[in-house]
C-alpha cells in the first residue's frame, strides 16, 4: 500500500483493409511465407508508397468514436532502425503530426466508471516477422506482415492497476471491432498492446521510470505481465536497486518479464517527414461522410436500452459487448412484439444463448438458432403455449438441428408433444386427485406451511410431465384449498 502503480498503454489494432498501408499486396492472414510481399513491402530499389485511403477512413471512424480531434492535414515520417525484418532499414509512421489528437474512452471498474484520456492515434506499418522455431542455428524471415497497416493507439499514463488496465483493452477491443476498423483477432496479432509501467511511492506527484513490456497478444497476459513487471519494480527499489528505462518482453511459461532491449528515446529514431509521402488531408466534407455511416456507439446503445427498455446497467452493459449480440438481441425484441419483452429477451441472450455459444466456442455470428427462431420460441413462452422450463428443452432441440425459420419452435413443441397444460377443466381433475392423496399436506398448507404448497405445485406439475401451465396450476390449486 505504500507504491501506487502507473500504467500507459500502446495498442497497435490491425485495420480491417483487404490491402497494406502503402501497397496493394493483400493483408489475408494464413499465407505461406512471403507469398503477400510485394515490391514496395521488400524495399526494391525505386518503388513508391501509395497511402491506402480505405485505411484513413478506419482512422477518421475510430477518431469520432472516441471523440477525438481529426488532424486536417497530418504527416508521414520514416522512423529509422535496423531489425532483419525490417527491409527498408525504416518505417513508416507519423510522429509530431498524428492523424487524431486526444479523444477517450470510458471504462467500468470496481471503483465505477472511469475515464482514460487517449494522447493520440497515428497510422503506421507493421513490420514483417522473425521465425526462430523452424531453423536450427538460424532466423527465417516472413514479410508477409510487412507494410499491413496498424492504428497506434496511445493512452496518458492514468491506469493504476492491472485491473484497470485490462478493462481498458477489453472496452477498446470491443469498440474498434463495433465500429470495424479491426477484426480483433489477438492470436492474429490483429490486435496486441505494449503496456508503460512505473511505479513511486505513494502521495507523489512525479512519474517514475517506465519500462515497456511489448507485444501482449491476451488479456490475461497484459493482466500477469503489470503485475510482475509492477512487482520487480518495487522489489528493486526496496533492495537499493533502480528501475532502468528498458524495453521488455513478457515469458508466459515462466510468468516473468525479461529485457529486450535498453529503451530508445525519439531522437535514437532518426524522425524525418518522409520525402516520398505527400501530407494527408482530409477535409471536412471526408469526415461528415465517415460520420454519416458510423453506428450507433456501444455507450449510445447501452444507455438507450436503460433509458427506453427498462434494462438494468447490467443487462445493457453484457448485450452491448459486441455488436453483434445487440443485433441479435434487438432482431428478437422486434420478432416477439417489442420492447415490452426485452427484459426475457435479455434473459434468454444472456443465458441460454450465451451458454451454448460459449459451450460449442461459437462466435454470435455463428449461432445454430436465428434470432428469428429463437422469437418464435419465446412467442410459446409469452402466449402460454410452452413453460419456460419446457422452452429450455426446446432450445436444446433447436441448436442439435439448427433453426433457421420462426416456426422451428412450433415443429418441435408439436413433434414431441410440448403444448402446455391450461385447460382448466383437466387441471382442476389433476388436481382433486393430488388433494385426495395427500391430505397431510393439506393439513399443513391450510395450517399456513408454505412449503407443503409448493410439494403440491410439484406434484400438479409430475402428474402433467412437466406440461402443466404453472401459473394455472398455482391458481387452481389455491382455490381448491380455500374450498
Request: proline share 4%.
Amino acid at each position: 500500500m505504500d507504491w501506487e502503480i502507473v500504467i500507459g498503454l500502446e495498442t497497435h489494432a490491425q485495420l480491417s483493409t483487404h490491402s497494406k498501408m502503402f501497397s496493394g499486396a493483400s493483408t489475408a492472414f494464413g499465407a505461406p511465407p512471403n507469398a503477400q510481399a510485394c515490391a514496395i513491402d521488400i524495399a526494391l530499389p525505386g518503388v513508391l508508397p501509395v497511402i491506402n485511403r480505405a485505411a484513413v477512413d478506419r482512422a477518421v471512424r475510430f477518431a469520432l468514436a472516441v471523440g477525438g480531434q481529426i488532424s486536417p492535414r497530418s504527416v508521414f515520417a520514416r522512423k529509422n532502425y535496423f531489425y532483419p525484418d525490417l527491409p527498408k532499414g525504416y518505417q513508416i509512421s507519423q510522429y509530431e503530426v498524428p492523424v487524431v489528437v486526444g479523444g477517450s474512452i470510458r471504462i467500468e471498474t470496481a471503483a465505477g466508471v472511469k475515464i482514460v484520456q487517449l494522447t493520440r492515434a497515428h497510422l503506421e506499418e507493421d513490420a514483417g516477422k522473425s521465425l526462430h522455431e523452424d531453423f536450427h542455428g538460424a532466423t527465417g524471415i516472413d514479410l508477409n506482415r510487412a507494410g499491413t497497416p496498424l492504428l497506434e493507439i496511445v493512452t496518458e499514463p492514468q491506469m493504476s492497476s492491472a485491473d484497470e488496465a485490462v478493462a481498458y483493452a477489453r472496452t477498446l477491443h470491443a469498440l474498434v471491432r463495433w465500429i470495424d476498423v479491426c477484426d480483433g483477432n489477438m492470436q492474429e496479432g490483429s490486435f496486441r498492446c505494449d503496456a508503460n509501467v512505473s511505479v513511486r511511492r505513494r502521495g507523489d506527484k512525479r512519474l517514475g521510470t517506465r519500462c515497456e513490456i511489448k507485444n501482449l497478444n491476451s488479456f490475461r497476459f497484459l493482466d500477469q505481465a503489470i503485475r510482475h513487471e509492477a512487482t520487480r519494480q518495487i522489489e528493486l527499489i526496496e533492495s537499493g536497486g533502480r528501475v532502468v528505462q528498458e524495453t521488455r518482453l513478457y515469458d508466459p511459461d515462466r510468468g516473468e518479464t525479461r529485457p529486450m532491449r535498453s529503451k530508445e528515446d525519439a531522437h535514437d529514431y532518426r524522425y524525418f517527414p518522409d520525402p516520398d509521402l505527400p501530407p494527408l488531408v482530409i477535409d471536412a466534407a471526408w469526415v461528415e461522410q465517415v460520420r454519416a455511416a458510423l453506428p450507433e456507439l456501444p455507450v449510445a446503445r447501452r444507455d438507450r436500452y436503460e433509458r427506453e427498455w427498462a434494462l438494468s446497467g447490467y443487462d445493457a452493459a453484457t448485450l452491448t459487448q459486441s455488436r453483434e449480440m445487440a443485433d441479435y438481441f434487438e432482431q428478437v425484441v422486434a420478432a416477439v412484439g417489442g420492447a415490452a419483452q426485452a427484459k426475457l429477451v435479455a434473459n434468454w441472450v444472456s443465458g441460454e444463448l450465451a451458454a451454448a455459444l460459449n459451450r460449442d466456442t461459437l462466435e454470435m455470428s455463428d449461432s445454430r438458432v436465428s434470432a428469428l427462431a429463437l422469437g418464435g420460441l419465446l412467442g410459446r413462452v409469452i402466449d402460454g403455449t410452452i413453460s419456460g422450463k419446457i422452452a429450455k428443452e426446446v432450445f436444446d432441440a433447436m441448436w442439435s438441428a439448427g433453426a433457421v425459420e420462426s416456426a422451428a419452435a412450433d415443429r418441435i413443441i408439436a413433434d414431441k408433444g410440448l403444448r402446455q397444460i391450461s385447460d382448466s377443466g383437466a387441471l382442476e381433475a389433476i388436481i382433486a386427485d393430488i388433494l385426495r392423496a395427500n391430505p397431510g399436506q393439506v393439513a399443513e398448507v391450510r395450517a399456513g406451511k408454505e412449503k407443503a404448497f409448493n410439494f403440491l405445485v410439484g406434484q400438479a406439475m409430475k402428474a402433467t410431465r412437466g406440461k402443466g401451465n404453472p401459473a394455472a396450476i398455482n391458481t387452481l390449486l389455491r382455490k381448491a384449498l380455500a374450498d
